[in-house]
């Protein structure tokens, strides 16, 4: 069985976010950019699954500009057998990135689809959603566990939900989307490193999967959150009770 992982490249997240000047989005230029964190996660799921021999082979996929062939080789260095980049210069939201998965996956045919489930610098959580909707397959959102049952071609996928856990039979193929329990991902060694770099990686455009990218949103504006005023310090409760009443006014 092959399993697909789709990987992000976002921003570092102990970078500082810093808005642009004119204020159309974040600064990105200079700024040091890494794998989204929840796709570590599916990755690493997708190596352990191959590792236990349930699985043949694990294929990474990452969409974006050129660079983002830096963060698919971290892919391939962590154990990815091969990559493929679909390489677009535009904002690609989820619609699109769900259109060009299922684009893929029929090309691929893999037997599980496996991605994180938010990225850390739009924290849209749709993408996975939205792919198994387009491909009409089940799927585990938000999962902690998953345990994999090649014979009986199900997958069965423990999910963080607001009332504790629940758990989920999939029938293969399936999409997956990792929560940050699942797994701690392991780091690239160097020989890793060393190998990835003689390691495939595909490259495909838009065009060549027949999906037309074509945004019906426009960003009007990106700004700053407001800055925290300092806390004080209140002398009783009483004073507490007539600061939140009449200068919080949240009771």
Not at 79 to 101: M, Q, T
Not at 118 to 138: F, H, K, R, S
Not at 173 to 183: F, G, S
Request: aromatic share 4%.
């Amino acid at each position: 069985m092959k399993i697909m992982v789709a990987i992000k490249r976002v921003v570092d997240y102990a970078v500082k976010i810093r808005v642009k000047p004119d204020k159309t989005g974040v600064e990105t230029q200079n700024v040091k950019m890494s794998m989204n964190p929840f796709c570590e996660i599916a990755l690493e799921e997708a190596l352990r699954i191959r590792e236990s021999g349930l699985a043949s082979e694990v294929v990474a996929v990452s969409m974006g500009p050129s660079q983002c062939v830096d963060t698919l080789r971290t892919g391939l260095a962590m154990g990815a057998d091969r990559g493929i980049h679909v390489e677009s210069n535009g904002a690609l939201y989820p619609v699109f990135v769900a259109k060009l998965l299922r684009a893929l996956v029929e090309v691929e045919k893999p037997g599980l689809l496996i991605l994180g489930k938010q990225a850390i610098d739009d924290d849209c959580n749709q993408t996975g959603q939205m792919v198994a909707g387009l491909l009409n397959w089940p799927q585990g959102t938000f999962a902690s566990k998953v345990v994999l049952d090649k014979e009986k071609q199900v997958v069965t996928v423990d999910r963080e939900v607001d009332g504790g856990l629940e758990t989920l039979c999939l029938d293969l193929p399936a999409v997956i989307t990792t929560d940050l329990r699942l797994n701690l991902p392991r780091y690239a060694t160097l020989p890793n490193i060393m190998k990835a770099k003689s390691k495939v990686i595909k490259k495909y455009s838009p065009q060549d999967l027949d999906v037309e990218i074509k945004s019906d949103l426009e960003v009007v504006q990106v700004i700053e959150p407001p800055k925290r005023k300092a806390g004080v310090i209140v002398s009783s409760v009483d004073e507490l009770i007539d600061k939140l009443k009449n200068e919080a006014h949240v009771i």
